[in-house]
């Protein structure tokens, strides 16, 4: 039913910025909750922002004050804007959608962010 795909990750230096994309081959309007997760190396998948279909958010305390999740519904685009970046940070960030139940159903492939030190 939907397909998503990140783009915009990159190697940056601490301090940078870079903002990523999550396009969807459906009409995100029909999703309540999207999200961006991300792994870093020998971590287990986190959390790292939440966005419903009202722009109702939410973030993870290791990146409050400096993500910024937001969507385009016209665009069918998801976005994570960050800034102040970390070392800490260098992970493969996922978008993901819920399905109509309220479950994490759709994943995109991931999109690689570095952040050197």
């Known amino acids: 039913q939907v397909q998503l795909v990140e783009s915009g990750g990159g190697l940056v230096q601490t301090g940078g910025t870079l903002k990523l994309s999550c396009a969807a081959s459906?009409?995100?309007?029909?999703?309540?909750?999207m999200a961006w997760h991300r792994q870093a190396p020998g971590k287990q998948r986190e959390l790292v922002a939440t966005?419903?279909?009202?722009?109702?958010?939410n973030y993870a305390d290791s990146v409050k004050g400096r993500f910024t999740i937001s969507r385009d519904n016209a665009k069918n685009t998801m976005y994570l804007q960050m800034n102040s970046l970390k070392p800490e940070d260098t992970a493969v960030y996922y978008c993901?959608?819920?399905?109509?139940?309220?479950?994490?159903?759709?994943w995109g492939q991931g999109t690689q962010v570095t952040v050197s030190s």
């Open positions: 993901a959608a819920d399905n109509r139940y309220g479950s994490t159903a759709y």
């Open positions: 459906g009409f995100i309007s029909n999703i309540n909750v």
């Open positions: 966005i419903t279909r009202g722009g109702s958010t």
